[in-house]
Structure formats: structure tokens, C-alpha cells
């Protein structure tokens, strides 16, 4: 009998994780990978310079579509 992955007490749908790829992974290219079957995604690799001075745009990469769960 197929046991579906865990991780922690996240349950997934199936064993392909979308990776955190940087300029590749934005918003609509992890919508569509959830469509086509992947289980989980991953925001977007940030810079933690853009994070901590709260540049406009690294906030807009870390945007997260409600129906691309689990994240």
C-alpha cells in the first residue's frame, strides 16, 4: 500500500518538491508547477539584504498564491 511522504505533520500528495531555484521560481512558475503535480513548492532564494532594508521587490518574490499549499 502506497504511504503518502510526511514532513513534520505536513502530509504531500506525492514525492516531487519543487526546489528553490533563484530567478526561476516566482510566483507563476510555482502555480503551474502545482497544477501539473508538484506536491510542495518553494518561495523563490531571496537576498537577506533585500529582506533586512525591506526592498519592494524582494517582498513581491516572496508572494505566496493560496492555492499552491503546502508551501
Not at 500500500?1 to 505536513?10: A, D
Not at 502555480?31 to 533585500?50: F, P
Amino acid at each position: 500500500m502506497y504511504q503518502k511522504p510526511k514532513i513534520g505533520q505536513i502530509e504531500l500528495d506525492g514525492w516531487a518538491v519543487l526546489a528553490p531555484m533563484a530567478g526561476v521560481s516566482d510566483l507563476a512558475y510555482r502555480v503551474i508547477a502545482r497544477r501539473m503535480g508538484a506536491a510542495m513548492t518553494t518561495a523563490e532564494m531571496v537576498s537577506a539584504k533585500g529582506l533586512y532594508y525591506k526592498n519592494e521587490k524582494t517582498r513581491e518574490m516572496l508572494k505566496i498564491d493560496p492555492g499552491e499549499h503546502p508551501v
